[in-house]
């Protein structure tokens, strides 16, 4: 029994032996100011020092300082960060073509809390914030105890335009000129300026971009990204320290009895309604008309991480006989951008999504762009109504809905703004 008894206690002892100690307690928060949060989580903005707190706990949870460990004087605290590809590899985040670590400052007055600064000049694009934390005997070069947290965070610049274009089609942003000729899986060839570009699929990422020069200051500064889409056109993002956002210039093409217009709907805090109003020749019989009524409510504007478009519009298709009688269709609600919607006689869609990041709240789409393709026998209209009375309609009794509830004009055009900035309209 004796012997039992011994063979089990050196069993635990060995096992003691074996088994590495509990690593440290890592923890982190973000100077809210400073970043970007969003609903897919925090971004870090070039140019932008985003300030960063760590606190860090050993094993037997005391602030990990120096003081908390057996020999204080001979105790070295290292707490870094650094950032990483998908691969696990450290890489350059300031530009200067060398990995970087940031190494973070203990807090005078609070043990165990750490301060870094992160000022940035990386690639845009999602990254593994890597937060490490050790304790070492400095006279023997012995890892005391040491821990590790791994947080995915995303880099991006101040300003984010994208665009949906097809191949073969000629556009302008600030003073490039670009032209997709081919975009595929295998990479992309495009045409800059007069330069026709050959661009690969990176190595690490698969993504497809290049840097270009948007302001015309001769430097390739800002970043181009490419990406074919499922729904035709592809999305072609542009991201750069400098307000690129595109002009407001409203644009038509006229090919046959068919209209081709590009019109913004969202301008900042402005928001424009479009109404298509039949001007067929039997219109006095029966006249169909459209209105595309942006959303006023500023969480319907928010992005995030280079996606998760929210440009919601409603579309409602109003049908009126003899200029008396009137019915209310819903056509389409929800996010326009990248996407086709509509009807056999309208279509809409999402072109250009134009941001700007807000430190301390998100990413807000402040200019919305859409393109319409109707018959020519139909007239554009404009408005900035902040109340349904203020819109256009014919027909002096709308027809009840069999199914389902009728049109909210009220809830359309008033909206719920909830992001405490308010709202205006402009034409």
């Known amino acids: 029994m004796v012997r039992k008894m011994l063979v089990a206690l050196a069993a635990v002892a060995m096992l003691v032996l074996v088994l590495p100690a509990g690593a440290a307690t890592i923890s982190y928060s973000f100077d809210q100011d400073t970043i970007v949060p969003t609903d897919f989580g925090e971004e870090i903005i070039n140019g932008n020092a985003a300030n960063l707190t760590i606190t860090v706990l050993t094993n037997s949870s005391k602030p990990f300082t120096a003081s908390s460990f057996s020999d204080p004087a001979n105790t070295t605290i290292n707490?870094?960060?650094?950032?990483?590809?998908?691969?696990?590899?450290?890489?350059?985040?300031?530009?200067?073509?060398?990995?970087?670590?940031?190494?973070a400052a203990e807090n005078a007055t609070s043990p165990g809390t750490y301060e870094v600064s992160l000022n940035l000049s990386a690639r845009p694009g999602e990254y593994t914030m890597s937060i490490r934390a050790s304790a070492t005997?400095?006279?023997?070069?012995?890892?005391?105890?040491?821990?590790?947290?791994?947080?995915?965070?995303?880099?991006?610049?101040?300003?984010?335009?994208?665009?949906?274009?097809?191949?073969?089609?000629?556009?302008?942003?600030?003073?490039?000129?670009?032209?997709?000729?081919?975009?595929?899986?295998?990479?992309?060839?495009?045409?800059?300026?007069s330069n026709l570009v050959t661009l690969s699929p990176d190595s690490t990422t698969g993504e497809i971009f290049t840097k270009v020069d948007i302001d015309g200051d001769g430097i390739a500064s800002d970043w181009m990204f490419i990406k074919k889409t499922d729904s035709g056109p592809s999305e072609v993002k542009f991201?750069?320290?400098n307000?690129?956002?595109?002009?407001?210039?409203?644009?038509?093409k006229v090919s046959g009895d068919s209209v081709t217009r590009d019109a913004w709907l969202k301008n900042g805090n402005s928001y424009r309604q479009l109404i298509l109003w039949d001007q067929s020749p039997l219109s006095w019989i029966k006249a169909v008309d459209y209105y595309i009524i942006p959303s006023k409510n500023a969480r319907d504007w928010k992005e995030g991480w280079g996606a998760g478009y929210s440009g919601k519009v409603t579309v409602i298709k109003r049908t009126t006989w003899l200029g008396l009688i009137s019915?209310?269709?819903?056509?389409?609600?929800?996010?326009?951008?990248?996407?086709?919607?509509?009807?056999?006689?309208?279509?809409?869609?999402?072109?250009?999504?134009?941001n700007k990041a807000r430190f301390g709240w998100g990413w807000e789409v402040v200019q919305g762009i859409a393109r319409?393709?109707?018959?020519?026998?139909?007239?554009?209209?404009?408005?900035?109504?902040?109340?349904?009375?203020?819109?256009?309609?014919?027909?002096?009794?709308?027809?009840?809905?069999?199914?389902?509830?009728?049109?909210?004009w009220n809830a359309l055009i008033v909206g719920d703004d909830t992001s405490g900035t308010g709202n205006t309209t402009s034409t």
């Open 79 to 103: 707490v870094t960060v650094q950032f990483l590809d998908s691969l696990g590899l450290a890489v350059d985040v300031t530009g200067d073509g060398v990995e970087d670590t940031f190494t």
């Open 137 to 193: 005997d400095s006279s023997t070069g012995t890892v005391l105890e040491e821990g590790r947290l791994d947080v995915q965070v995303y880099i991006s610049e101040p300003y984010w335009v994208t665009v949906w274009a097809d191949e073969g089609e000629k556009l302008t942003l600030g003073s490039l000129s670009f032209e997709l000729d081919t975009v595929n899986d295998r990479g992309a060839v495009v045409v800059l300026g």
């Open 239 to 241: 991201y750069s320290r």
């Open 243 to 252: 307000d690129i956002l595109p002009q407001l210039e409203d644009t038509i």
């Open 327 to 354: 019915s209310d269709e819903e056509v389409f609600e929800g996010n326009m951008f990248g996407r086709n919607v509509g009807d056999e006689v309208m279509k809409l869609f999402g072109r250009w999504a134009g």
């Open 372 to 408: 319409m393709v109707y018959p020519s026998n139909y007239e554009l209209k404009f408005r900035n109504a902040a109340i349904p009375a203020e819109l256009e309609f014919r027909g002096k009794f709308v027809m009840p809905t069999l199914f389902g509830e009728g049109v909210d």
